[in-house]
């Protein structure tokens, strides 16, 4: 009669047989996962809705944007370098942005945070500081050398942009000129800038 198998030997060829059942249960995982995901995100983009109107950037365009403040250097980049290193700094990033997506065109910009919330009431109690004409220009003539965007950024404070949209107008009717609203800083509901986050609702906006 034949040997009987050792009891090891026994429960390694049975152990064998199940990482084999479970290896041919198990689906197979496509290497190429993350490009087909790409591959559904680029067919639901762009968002299907109405028909841009004439002269509308978006979604034809993508903007690369760089922010801040000239005053400031912890605000953004427009603070942080010189205006002529800035703007070598932001040619760079629309080539990136190019060589990535060369069907999409790319439309600087420069955004300029122009209403700055602050901590301090300041002396009318609003926690706003707005910038000066001549520091909007300024920025303006950095845009203008690359047919840059321009982006006036506000931060209200407890003032409204009822409240400080008038004194911008003039800047805002340029075509290049657009408008950007920070709702985190809008303290309608009380609170200081910076220690509490604020809050717009379609009644301020519209």
């Given at each position: 009669?034949?040997?009987?198998?050792?009891?090891?030997?026994?429960?390694?060829?049975?152990?064998?047989?199940?990482?084999?059942?479970?290896?041919?249960?198990?689906?197979?995982?496509?290497?190429?996962?993350?490009?087909?995901?790409?591959?559904?995100?680029?067919?639901?983009?762009?968002?299907?809705?109405?028909?841009?109107?004439?002269?509308?950037?978006?979604?034809?365009?993508?903007?690369?944007?760089?922010?801040?403040?000239?005053?400031?250097?912890?605000?953004?980049?427009?603070?942080?370098?010189?205006?002529?290193?800035?703007?070598?700094?932001?040619?760079?990033?629309?080539?990136?942005?190019?060589?990535?997506?060369?069907?999409?065109?790319?439309?600087?910009?420069?955004?300029l945070i122009a209403v700055v919330a602050q901590?301090g009431p300041g002396s009318d109690g609003m926690?706003?500081?707005?910038?000066?004409?001549?520091?909007?220009?300024?920025?303006?003539?950095?845009?203008?050398?690359?047919?840059?965007?321009?982006?006036?950024?506000?931060?209200?404070?407890?003032?409204?942009?009822?409240?400080?949209?008038?004194?911008?107008?003039?800047?805002?009717?340029?075509?290049?000129?657009?408008?950007?609203?920070?709702?985190?800083?809008?303290?309608?509901?009380?609170?200081?800038?910076?220690?509490?986050?604020?809050?717009?609702?379609?009644?301020?906006?519209?």
């Amino acid at each position: 009669p034949a040997a009987a198998k050792p009891a090891a030997a026994k429960k390694t060829t049975t152990a064998r047989k199940k990482s084999a059942a479970k290896n041919a249960k198990a689906p197979a995982v496509a290497v190429d996962s993350e490009a087909k995901l790409d591959s559904i995100y680029n067919l639901r983009w762009p968002v299907k809705g109405p028909e841009p109107l004439p002269g509308s950037i978006l979604p034809a365009k993508r903007i690369i944007a760089y922010y801040g403040n000239p005053l400031s250097k912890r605000m953004g980049v427009l603070g942080e370098y010189e205006p002529d290193r800035m703007l070598s700094m932001l040619d760079a990033e629309v080539k990136a942005w190019t060589l990535a997506d060369p069907s999409t065109p790319v439309q600087p910009a420069l955004h300029l945070i122009a209403v700055v919330a602050q901590a301090g009431p300041g002396s009318d109690g609003m926690y706003r500081a707005r910038m000066p004409d001549e520091l909007i220009e300024r920025v303006a003539s950095w845009a203008a050398r690359r047919n840059a965007l321009v982006f006036l950024d506000i931060q209200v404070g407890k003032s409204t942009l009822a409240q400080e949209l008038p004194r911008l107008e003039k800047f805002l009717s340029r075509p290049n000129f657009h408008l950007g609203i920070d709702p985190e800083f809008s303290m309608k509901n009380g609170g200081i800038p910076g220690k509490k986050i604020g809050t717009y609702d379609a009644e301020d906006v519209n």
